[in-house]
């Protein structure tokens, strides 16, 4: 417990302290002020609020896949194996392989061509790259909460699916009634690490395929910690920044959990 809360405890305090020439002085607030003024934070904490409107697809989704697995559809054991692959790749190869499909030239703007769609510029355009980054970092990591689930239903009854089939139930009523109310504990685990993941480990993506931009319209709080304390040589300020980031990962964790509970109870 003390080597995990004292780091935490030194970085706080020195949030509170200059750079430069008032290095190791005590500033007071200082940092946070400037982060309060300044537009490229307020877009990186724009972007956190779009993640979290994004979050419910990146649940779902590794979610619905691991319906269809314990289910077992035709060649589940495949599908497996298929999903969970991109998990093991390294972020810098992910983007990499991403830059190439989806260049302005690239594989993917050829054929929206040949059906009759213009480019989209996925990464140069403001208004889409961060959309693009997220999208795939969903698909490279979805992998983890896959198995997540998958080991969440190991846990269900399965006598619960075979009530339900015999009284008429559809697909929809199952998971809804029947999955959804019996995994919330693993659903609540999903949704918080996945946020975690969201706002923790996108620097990778960020770096390969954005480097925070257009107009740094890509720029998360770790991606600004990052520019703050290694371009810009400001470790207090980044200290600051990561500081707040702590606090906007416990608000928005207790948050997730605190709605999940609910909605548990009302099912």
Do not use: C
Not at 73 to 93: C, E, T
Not at 124 to 138: K, L, S, Y
Not at 218 to 247: C, D, K
């Amino acid at each position: 417990m003390v080597l995990r809360l004292w780091p935490l405890v030194l970085g706080v305090n020195f949030s509170f302290t200059g750079d430069g020439e008032l290095n190791g002085t005590t500033v007071g607030v200082s940092n946070y002020l400037e982060l309060l003024g300044d537009p490229l934070f307020h877009t990186a904490l724009g972007n956190v609020g779009l993640l979290v409107l994004l979050l419910p697809v990146a649940v779902a989704i590794p979610g619905l896949l691991a319906t269809f697995i314990y289910l077992r559809v035709p060649g589940h054991r495949v599908y497996r194996s298929v999903y969970f692959f991109p998990a093991v790749l390294s972020p810098v190869i992910v983007g990499a392989i991403f830059n190439l499909l989806l260049g302005f030239d690239g594989p993917l703007n050829a054929t929206l061509g040949a059906i009759g769609v213009g480019p989209v510029d996925w990464l140069g355009d403001p208004r889409v790259a961060m959309f693009t980054v997220v999208g795939v970092h969903i698909w490279a990591t979805f992998g983890m909460a896959l198995v997540v689930f998958l080991a969440g239903f190991s846990t269900l009854d399965a006598s619960l699916l075979d009530a339900a089939r015999v009284d008429g139930a559809s697909l929809r009523q199952i998971i809804w009634h029947v999955i959804i109310p019996s995994l919330t504990r693993t659903i609540q685990f999903v949704f918080v690490t996945t946020m975690i993941g969201m706002l923790t480990s996108m620097f990778g993506l960020l770096f390969i395929m954005t480097s925070g931009g257009p107009e740094g319209s890509t720029y998360l709080p770790e991606y600004y910690i990052w520019h703050q304390q290694g371009q810009m040589n400001r470790p207090a300020l980044a200290s600051a920044a990561s500081t707040v980031l702590f606090v906007v990962m416990l608000v928005v964790g207790l948050l997730q959990i605190t709605l999940l509970r609910r909605a548990g109870r009302q099912d």
